[in-house]
């Protein structure tokens, strides 16, 4: 799209002129007559609804892609707890599907709960 002006826009202005241009037949703009300007309109008109239409199949394709991905995201989570379940979190067939091995995590300073190391209860 030219500038800021949108499609309609342009297109309401272009047939304004070509109304009025209708009551003076003759009139032309160097190789510019009536007729081409009128086909212009025409095709930009074509372009336009070709240009919603493939809007329209984009956006379904993007939301079913999406929607394929959050699916198969939920079956890669599920899978993966699958063989932590059958195989033990500190197994190689868990870290082959993408897991890490309990062995492997780092550990955090001042231990998992990082509570009170006294064993006193406050």
Do not use: C
């Not at 800021?4 to 272009?14: E, F, P, V």
């Not at 007729?35 to 919603?52: D, M, V, Y």
């Not at 899978?79 to 993408?98: H, I």
């Amino acid at each position: 799209m030219q500038g800021s002006k949108s499609i309609d826009s342009i297109l309401s202005q272009a047939e304004q002129i070509a109304r009025v241009w209708a009551e003076t037949p003759d009139f032309a703009l160097g190789d510019l007559t009536l007729e081409k300007f009128q086909t212009l309109i025409a095709e930009l008109r074509n372009f336009s609804g070709e240009t919603e239409d493939l809007r329209t199949r984009l956006t379904a394709a993007i939301n079913n892609t999406n929607a394929k991905v959050a699916e198969v995201t939920d079956a890669i989570t599920r899978s993966r707890s699958g063989f932590r379940a059958a195989f033990g979190p500190d197994s190689t067939k868990y870290e082959q599907v993408g897991g890490t091995r309990r062995s492997e995590r780092k550990r955090r300073p001042g231990g998992k709960s990082g509570g009170n190391k006294s064993g006193e209860n406050k």
